[in-house]
């Protein structure tokens, strides 16, 4: 089954099952949180670092690696310290 998220003003495809971090990384985006001045994205892909932080539906600090996409997720990039 097939679900769409949004990433900004982007529509991302993805499938039912993926982790939000798969959708971002195969729909080309290796990043999506700035940590003072550095791009983070996914790093060890199992919850430990909190490389991969980002804003799910309002919600800050969600671990893109742990998090499956839903069909209609709105994502944020996070910009933390």
Do not use: K, Y
């Amino acid at each position: 089954m097939s679900i769409s998220i949004r990433f900004g003003e982007v529509e991302l495809p993805g499938r039912d099952g993926q982790t939000i971090a798969g959708v971002l990384m195969a729909n080309g985006h290796r990043t999506w949180r700035d940590a003072q001045g550095s791009e983070r994205g996914i790093f060890c892909g199992i919850g430990i670092c909190q490389d991969c932080v980002i804003t799910v539906n309002g919600v800050e600090g969600v671990r893109a690696c742990q998090r499956a996409a839903c069909d209609g997720d709105v994502l944020e990039r996070e910009a933390r310290a």
